[in-house]
């Protein structure tokens, strides 16, 4: 599975959009690109995923350059409650993968007042 | 649909004592997974079972060992605790992978080991 890269932190004001960037310049052709995010003391959450084209979910949208080698998770309208560790995960889908997903040390997103 | 449970949700052990972490999902899920998050890093995984019936190891599992006790239930154990096992726990489970083209993970609330 690609390694990717996030920026360890980032700050956003409450109600403006979060852009959490994400470096995976060695993906190959069949893996996905996967966010989930861990809120203070909880188990992570599942966000979206995608493989090349852009996706929007009812919580985040996912933007691929076309490249595929970066990606930007986007929360539309952040409030104080999106104040969490978010990871950008890179791995294969589908039959001839066991599911494994491997984290990295993620962006810690701080939402301000 | 109580998701994925896990128990206990605290634990302080000594060095050398033994126990098991129990997990388990009401999700009809196939494959469940033990994950160890140390402070301030991402979570690594030990083990996983891709099905009832099969284990394998993940990235860090020596000093652990694992039961797929059947769908719903996957037990982690700490033969002989140390020290640096002192981590937070996180158990979590997914569809079969040969249904679907990805693979969301579930993932239960922790448990909080220290070992003295």
């Known amino acids: 599975d690609a390694k990717t890269t996030q920026p360890p932190s980032m700050d956003c004001a409450e109600g403006r959009a979060a852009n959490l960037p994400c470096n995976h310049s060695t993906i190959s052709g069949n893996e996905y690109v996967y966010w989930y995010r861990q809120i203070h003391s909880q188990g992570p959450q599942y966000i979206i995923h995608g493989l090349k084209n852009n996706e929007t979910n009812e919580m985040a949208s996912l933007i691929i350059t076309e490249d595929r080698k970066s990606s930007t998770l986007i929360l539309p309208h952040a409030t104080l409650r999106d104040t969490a560790v978010y990871y950008c995960i890179v791995r294969v889908a589908g039959s001839s993968n066991t599911g494994k997903l491997i984290f990295g040390q993620g962006t810690t997103l701080q939402v301000k007042p | 649909n109580a998701g994925v449970t896990q128990t206990p949700k605290f634990q302080v052990l000594k060095t050398g004592q033994s126990m098991t972490l129990q997990c388990a999902q009401d999700m009809n899920h196939n494959s469940m997974y033990w994950y160890r998050q140390d402070p301030g890093m991402?979570?690594?995984?030990?083990?996983?079972?891709?099905?009832?019936?099969?284990?394998?190891?993940?990235?860090?599992?020596?000093?652990?060992?694992?039961?797929?006790?059947?769908?719903?239930?996957?037990?982690?154990?700490?033969?002989?605790?140390?020290?640096?096992?002192?981590?937070?726990?996180?158990?979590?489970?997914?569809?079969?992978?040969?249904?679907?083209?990805?693979?969301?993970?579930f993932f239960g609330p922790g448990t909080r080991l220290t070992v003295l």
């Open chain 2, 42 to 105: 991402g979570l690594r995984l030990i083990y996983y079972s891709a099905s009832e019936g099969t284990t394998d190891k993940g990235e860090v599992p020596n000093g652990y060992n694992v039961s797929r006790l059947n769908k719903r239930e996957f037990s982690l154990r700490l033969e002989s605790a140390a020290p640096s096992q002192t981590s937070v726990y996180f158990c979590a489970s997914s569809e079969s992978f040969r249904d679907r083209l990805y693979n969301e993970q």
